[in-house]
């Protein structure tokens, strides 16, 4: 049986009205939402005093102390370390304030810096989210319900809610895309775009905003607002204390030769 | 030129710094007053390359006395970061030291230090600043107490660690020196220099301690063998391996037959010593003293022909 093809009559004009405005206008968003967000950017704020500089610091010692010590450190000068740092991150010495030291940590609603934090990121969220609501609800006002565009290939039915949200239409073929579903494509689909015009790192990306935010590790903070650095201390302390030493320049002379004059051996 | 001017600049690296700060001029624009320039290089060339090239040649120009291309990078970077911009703030404290004609000026640029940091505690460059002038003050132990106070609060500074390491030794401090130059290992374990700058040290005090000799000298072997496992031809590796392993064979700190198998026998020393002998003179051969290229560590070269001549009769 021959398959047959839909064929919608449209007006030229649903191009120049409906599909090139859309396209423009999620790039232009993206454009300003990008330089928006690097306007409202506050750099996360230096450590003020000493002890709150250590603070810090002290775990980040823990780890590479721990990642690294078996590519330095013989036996004895590990152990030393070891129990230096265990010592410090047990007693709270290495704390801004260790009188504080057990006490619920402070609501981040009422401390100052960590209110910083949270309009930083509640900016940031506000930057996705208001432009998003507002040309969704442009399209919706506008465009909804309009068939814009026909694919030159094939789909199965399970892109239907995918490509012709908005549109009710049971009978209609997958290849025919609404405008409000032009609109989601744009969304998803622009990041290279983006990448191209602003540059590999720009904030039009969403998906590099979520990443930022999945991983604090990777700033220079470690410590989050409301987070206790106490609990941090302890739990290194622990992965400290389960270590098991070993070093790599135990037989380092053996494997030198070996490596890089068998000839002499 | 312009591939002269990505020559990178080390602070050691005299030459290379010479040759910039040569260049000073056509970097610069070719009129020294920054404002007419400003305008037009804003747009195109306003990145982070550009104004770290900028500092590089405000340093470069300190070294060799040109402190008019100085000031003048030192303006166009305070005017785009601002003068209160902590980076910036250490730098024009290092022009005023520089620039500084006498003991009462470095006094002054000391106190003024005193002043920034009494303000804002957490200023890194002015911290180390502080640290370096009072170096250079001849207030050693001082310094050392600056130093401690800023690793108190950052302790991954790997930079400050062998600092601390340096002034240590300058003291006669070997084990307190080592262990800082460990830490600074324990952040950037992979830098072969640093393995090599600790085998030196590890050396000299196995030269002067006098129970825990063998063990240093043993460490020491350990370090330049792992900074030549990292980089195979580096010229001090190979030359403190030569050094340290002909302690270890001079003093019989090797045993014929080891009991323990971490501890490598008087064979595997000798086998060691000939290695870097050999490395040493292949390295000389391949880079010759006239090369443009190896220019900057020509003194190197020539203290490792010193060394090979030293250990020709005897073989």
Known sequence: MAVVEQTILRDPALFYWILFPISVVMILTGILRHYATVLMNTPPKPASTLAESRERHALLRGVNLRNHACAVLDRESFEARKNYLVNGFRSGAFLKDPNNRGQPPANPMTDPAGMEAMMGMLKGNMMMMIPQTLIMSWINAFFSGFVILKLPFPLTIRFKSMLQSGVMTRDLDVQWVSSLSWYFLNLMGLQSVFGFILGSDNSANQMAQQMAQANPAAMMNPMQPGQDPDKLFLSEAENLEVMEHFCILDGVEERVLRNFAPEVI | ?315
Request: proline share 4%.
């Open chain 2, 1 to 315: 030129m312009g591939g002269l001017v990505d020559a990178e600049v080390n602070g050691s690296d005299v030459l290379s710094a010479l040759r910039l700060s040569q260049q000073a001029a056509a970097i610069l624009g070719h009129g020294l007053a920054p404002n007419t320039h400003a305008t037009s290089s804003k747009s195109s060339r306003d990145t982070a390359e550009e104004y770290s090239r900028i500092e590089q040649l405000f340093l470069a120009c300190l070294q060799t006395g040109d402190d008019q291309s100085a000031q003048t990078c030192l303006d166009r970077l305070s005017n785009r970061f601002g003068p209160s911009n902590e980076r910036v703030m250490g730098l024009r404290g290092l022009f005023q030291e520089a620039t500084a004609k006498d003991q009462p000026a470095l006094e002054k640029c000391l106190a003024e230090y005193e002043t920034i940091l009494s303000e804002s505690p957490v200023n890194v460059p002015i911290m180390k600043r502080r640290v370096a002038l009072l170096r250079s003050l001849q207030r050693p132990s001082d310094a050392i107490a600056a130093l401690i106070q800023l690793l108190d609060a950052i302790p991954t500074d790997a930079e400050a660690w062998g600092e601390l390491a340096d002034l240590y030794q300058s003291q006669g401090l070997g084990a307190q020196a080592i262990f800082s130059l460990e830490e600074a290992l324990l952040i950037a374990p992979n830098s072969w220099n640093i393995h090599a700058r600790l085998g030196e040290l590890l050396h000299v005090c196995s030269s002067s301690s006098e129970g825990d000799a063998a063990r240093l000298a043993g460490k020491s072997v350990q370090h330049f063998c792992r900074s030549i496992e990292l980089c195979d031809d580096y010229l001090r590796g190979f030359y403190g391996l030569a050094l340290a392993t002909s302690r270890v064979l001079d003093q019989k700190y090797a045993p014929e037959s080891p009991s323990d198998p971490a501890i490598p026998s008087r064979k595997t020393i000798q086998q060691l010593q000939a290695f870097a002998l050999q490395r040493l003179e292949h390295i000389i051969q391949s880079r010759s003293v006239d090369d443009q290229h190896w220019a900057s560590s020509r003194s190197e070269l020539i203290a490792a022909k010193e060394l090979l001549n030293r250990f020709a009769p005897s073989k």
